[in-house]
Structure formats: C-alpha cells, structure tokens
C-alpha cells in the first residue's frame, strides 16, 4: 500500500516531520504552506538528499491544496509559535483563524482523512478541527503527550543514568501549564519510578516536564522546539498508517471517559489504521482526577474564548 501524507506548515515542525516520513518511507509527502515557496524549496532540498540516504518517497511542496487530495493522514502544523514570555494560549486567536482556513480546505480535498493538529494551544485547535471538519473523534485528534512524556522518558533516564529505552512515561490532560505528569505509571525495565527515585526528585522532573516546552523556548528565543515534536508527530503517523495498535497519549474528544465530555484532553489511546480505536482508562488517586480536572477546566475556559 502506498500512502499519501499532506502536512500543512513547512515551518519548523512541519518540514523536520515530512523529513522523517520520507526517511523511513512511511508515505509520499505534500507540504502545503502559505509561504509557498519556502514548501517547494524544502521539498526540493529533501529531494536533494534522498540519493544520498538512499530512501524513495517522494516529497513536494507548496500553496496549493490540490496534489493533497487523498491523503490518508493530515498533519497540521500550520500557525504561529511561541517567542519567550508567551504562552500557548496567548496563540490562540491568529491560530484558531489559521486553523479553519487550513481544515475547510484539507476536508474538501481529502474527505476521508485523519487529521492530527499539532498546532498550539493544542486541545482548542483540536476542538477547531473538529468543528469545521464534522470527523469523529476517531479521525481528529492532536499531538502532546507523545512528546510531554518524551520529555518525561528522557529527564527520568538522565537523572537515574539509564537507557531511554528502558524508561516509560505517561502525561494527562491539557498541552500546558496543567499537564498531569504520573510518575505512578512511570516505569524504568517494568521497575515503578516510585521505587527507584525520592519523592522530591520526582517532583522535580515532573516540573521540568510542565516547562520543557518553555525551556527550548527560552533557549531558541527566535521560536519553540521542533525536534522531539516532530519525532512524537511521526511516532502518530507511523502507527496510524502501520495498524500500530500502539498506546500513545494523544489529545483525543472525551465522551465520558475519566469523567470528562465532550472535551479534548490527553489520554493514552490505541492508534491504527481507524485512528483513535479505543481510550484506555487508567486509574486515577483522588488526588491524579483532581489535577486532570483542574486541567481539563484550563482547556474548557480557553475552548469558550475561541473566537466566534
Ligand atoms: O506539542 C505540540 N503540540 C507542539 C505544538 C510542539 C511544538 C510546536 N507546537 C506548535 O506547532 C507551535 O506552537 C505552533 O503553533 C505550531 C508550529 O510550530 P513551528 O515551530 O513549526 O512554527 P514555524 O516554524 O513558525 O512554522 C509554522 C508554519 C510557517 O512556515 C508558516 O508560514 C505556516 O506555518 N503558516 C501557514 N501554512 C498554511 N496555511 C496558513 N494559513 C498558515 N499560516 C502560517
């Protein structure tokens, strides 16, 4: 089967995706930008490469919407990023206006798709892509916790010393200041972090988990992190396209689920071929449901500022 991914915005996120798609040769890559010539150019740059690394996907770029028809997944990257002192919600405006420009038009070239947001403030934009597209919750969802809990994966490995391989992590709720880190479903070899690590050290990571999107911020100055984005990006595509069945939290519409309705919040879900296929429920502590509500309450006030 060959597949066709469209991936909107060849900015930071969306170009260092559409590289890594076409490096294992997952799918044939279109980038969509307004700034259609920087699309075209980076496609062709990619292009360039592939002699050289040996992959034969083939890459292309530009304004037009039309080579997007049919794909089977949509990446939405479009929109603007943090600059120091902003936060995610401060985006929310100009991006909710980028966002239904961009899924009005990947809709009617690719009605069958699935669509997976990127942009911030990531929970509103999916509620934005869900709106204007009309697609179930199986087929819209958004791009967080893969990288929250990269993130999480990776301070826990350093601190301890360990392989990132053998460190497991899981980041609820909303793709901001709230997120729910649960260092109880952490686990390094199988070992539960609880048992491996003090009380207060964990709380530390768990803090530089809620700021590590801040943390690159501060460091780009010019624009925020792109790298470890772009690989829990291509971790979603790959098990959608490959029938995965892989456990990844995503932000994903909740009908019930912990407790929560029609509102998108992270959650582990099984990806494959359908897309979102199940919500895997975790067992909160009193004190775990408390934060997630307290986050998904930060994801509703900004759900009821978007724009009419
Ligand atoms: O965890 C997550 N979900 C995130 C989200 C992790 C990292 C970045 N996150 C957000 O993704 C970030 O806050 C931004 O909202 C997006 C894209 O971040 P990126 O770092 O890739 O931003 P860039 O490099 O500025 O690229 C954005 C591109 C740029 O080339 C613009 O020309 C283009 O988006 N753009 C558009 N393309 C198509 N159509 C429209 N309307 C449009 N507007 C801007």
Redesign the pocket.
């Known amino acids: 089967m060959h597949y066709k991914v469209t991936v909107?915005?060849?900015?930071?996120?969306?170009?260092?995706t559409a590289q890594r798609i076409a490096e294992a040769d997952l799918a044939d890559v279109v980038m969509?930008?307004?700034?259609g010539d920087?699309?075209t150019g980076k496609a062709l740059d990619m292009m360039e490469s592939a002699p050289v690394l040996g992959w034969s996907a083939r890459v292309s770029g530009g304004?037009d919407y039309a080579p997007s028809a049919g794909s089977h997944v949509c990446v939405i990257?479009?929109?603007?990023?943090?600059k120091p002192g902003m936060s995610?919600d401060d985006?929310l405006a100009k991006?909710t206006?980028?966002l239904r420009?961009?899924v009005t038009q990947l809709v009617r070239h690719s009605p069958d798709t699935i669509l997976i947001?990127?942009?911030?403030p990531?929970d509103a934009?999916c509620e934005v892509a869900r709106r204007v597209s009309g697609f179930p919750r199986e087929r819209v969802f958004?791009?967080?916790g893969v990288?929250?809990a990269a993130r999480m994966r990776y301070f826990i490995a350093d601190e301890l010393g360990v392989s990132v391989q053998d460190v497991g992590a899981v980041v609820l709720g909303g793709?901001g200041d709230t997120m729910v880190p649960l260092p109880r479903y952490a686990t390094v070899a199988g070992i539960p972090l609880p048992q491996l690590l003090a009380a207060e050290r964990i709380e530390a990571i768990n803090q530089r988990t809620r700021t590590g999107?801040a943390e690159i911020v501060n460091y780009y100055q010019q624009?925020?992190?792109?790298y470890a984005?772009a690989a829990?990006t291509f971790e979603m595509v790959a098990a959608v396209l490959q029938d995965k069945k892989k456990v990844l939290p995503c932000a994903v519409l909740l009908q019930g689920e912990y407790g929560l309705s029609d509102l998108f919040v992270g959650v582990p879900v099984k990806l494959g071929r359908r897309g979102v296929e199940e919500v895997v429920q975790l067992e909160l502590t009193a004190a775990e449901q408390a934060e997630l509500e307290k986050s998904a309450a930060a994801v509703r006030s900004l759900i009821a500022a978007l724009p009419k």
Do not use: K
């Not at 624009?223 to 792109?226: F, I, L, N, R, V």
């Open positions: 909107v915005g060849a900015g930071n996120v969306g170009a260092t969509v930008d307004v700034a920087l699309a304004s990257t479009a929109g603007l990023a943090r995610r985006l991006n206006d980028i420009e961009v947001v990127v942009t911030n990531l934009m958004g791009m967080a990288l929250d793709h999107g624009g925020s992190a792109y984005p829990a």
